[in-house]
């Protein structure tokens, strides 16, 4: 995710039943120039969120992660499928998954495979990849790193990796509700539905891998954004 907004902490009020906010990040999604989103934690601290970064092609940190893909790979999370689409294009076996039925139109459109699924739901070839990869702050999904990363070691084959983006050192590991929400004429922000999700810092990845098996073989830096690699633990 990007650095914490320094506006910090807003008002807010709740977007109406059947609003735009009510698909959650599928609804930022759906308009590659949106502006003025961000993801709102519970006690209201906000981050903005890229949304024109994910629909547009593979920047230098996402090409890097191809090159540590060496064969067939999971884009979790895909959201619009940059990732996907850069690995597809790099001769890689990739499939995105994600619950957002727009998130998985726009993937599909720009030539790669997606699968619409929760990615604690079956999924094909489990146990067979050779890598599942978390970016842009997917590490939070469901709210659990714990159990996030221990579904990730289970799709791996032997040898496999899980590539997952951090937050820097500092944030620790967090977990609670969060929301997406939208800049409103009045200066408040409307509110998507709350869900589960996290975020997990540098220092605090090799506790959290522990306890899912798995092991950090490396932590990385490009740019002032980290990485880590994870391999299952003996």
Known sequence: MNPVDTA????????????????GFGAVLADRAADGRWLVDGDGVRRPLPVARWHGDAEPAVAALVGRCAGPTLDLGCGPGRLTVALTRAGRTAVGVDVSATAVRLTRARGAVALRRDLFDPLPGEGRWAHAVLIDGNIGIGGDPVALLRRCRDLLAAGGTVLVELEPPGAGLWRGQ?????????????????????????RAVQPVA???G?????????????????TPGR
């Open 214 to 230: 798995l092991a950090v073989r490396q932590v990385f830096r490009w740019g002032r954004r980290w990485f880590g690699e994870l």
């Open 8 to 23: 910090a902490r807003v008002a807010v009020v709740p977007e109406p039943t059947g609003g735009a906010g009510v698909d």
């Open 210 to 212: 522990g306890a899912a």
């Open 178 to 202: 969060a929301r997406v929400a939208a800049a409103h004429g009045t200066g408040q922000l409307l509110l998507g539905p709350a869900f589960r999700w996290a975020r997990l810092d540098v």
